[in-house]
Nanobody, 121 residues
Framework: QVHLVESGGGLVQPGGSLRLSCAAS????????MGWYRQAPGNQRELVAV???????NYADPVKGRFTIARANAKNTVVLQMNRVTPEDTAVYYC???????????????WGQGTQVTVAL
C-alpha cells in the first residue's frame, strides 16, 4: 500500500510565502512523476505543477514565476514553494504521484488527503 501525506498548509497573507510538502511511503519501486493540484470551492480540481523523475517541470499559467516544484528522490518527497500568493490561490491542495509498486511492479496514480491553503489578511 502506498500513502501520500501532505503538510505545510495554512493561512498566509497576500504577498506572502508558503511551502507545501508531500511524502510518499510504502513498498515503492519507483515514482515516475509527482505533482500538486488544487480545488477551490465550486471549482474543478486543477493542475498546479508537476515534476517527473528526470526533473522536468510543468506549471499552470496562473502560478508560473511564483511557485516552484522540486523533488527529493531519496526521500520520495515533493515540495511546492509558493511565493507572492494571492487570494485566488486559496484552495485545497492535493499531492498526486504516479507510483510503481507491487509484485509484479505496475504504475498506479495516488492522491493525498489534501491540505488547505487560505490566502487572506
Amino acid at each position: 500500500q502506498v500513502h501520500l501525506v501532505e503538510s505545510g498548509g495554512g493561512l498566509v497573507q497576500p504577498g506572502g510565502s508558503l511551502r507545501l510538502s508531500c511524502a510518499a511511503s510504502g513498498s515503492i519501486f519507483d515514482i515516475n512523476y509527482m505533482g500538486w493540484y488544487r480545488q477551490a470551492p465550486g471549482n474543478q480540481r486543477e493542475l498546479v505543477a508537476v515534476i517527473n523523475s528526470g526533473g522536468t517541470t510543468n506549471y499552470a499559467d496562473p502560478v508560473k514565476g511564483r511557485f516552484t516544484i522540486a523533488r527529493a528522490n531519496a526521500k520520495n518527497t515533493v515540495v511546492l514553494q509558493m511565493n507572492r500568493v494571492t487570494p485566488e490561490d486559496t484552495a485545497v491542495y492535493y499531492c498526486s504521484a504516479a507510483v510503481v509498486a507491487g509484485i509484479p511492479p505496475r504504475e498506479d496514480n495516488y492522491w493525498g488527503q489534501g491540505t488547505q491553503v487560505t490566502v487572506a489578511l
